[in-house]
């Protein structure tokens, strides 16, 4: 007996305890089987006082701390359709409020 492929839609849930994390920065690692998409929240350090007391900071930094807030793995399988759907993303965000976009439009009122 042959069986028939189906389609089961996905139902989408987002639990009420769900964290919603900001996220500034990313890097992205690859296995043979997986990528590795790390999220992180990195934040300038706050530099006080006169231009030369700041210059003098800004040179006894070393490094600036960002802290990984979400670290997600994707099979490989599913990778080019998680690209596909951040590109399509980007292009509607861009003709929505690409600052080009909005300048021709007031230039046109």
Known sequence: MVQEAKDIPIEWDFPEDLQTLYANNFLVQHSESE??????????????????EIQKQVEQLSSIRSRC?????????KMESF???????????????????????????
Not at 36 to 46: H, Q
Not at 89 to 105: A, I, L
């Open 35 to 52: 990528f590795i998409v790390s999220f992180f929240e990195v934040f300038p350090p706050l530099l006080l006082g006169e231009p030369e």
């Open 69 to 77: 807030v979400a670290r997600i793995v994707i099979p490989t399988q």
């Open 83 to 109: 690209i596909g759907a951040l590109v399509q993303n980007h292009t509607r965000f861009m003709s929505k409020y690409s600052p080009e976009e909005n300048e021709s439009d007031e230039s046109q009122e």
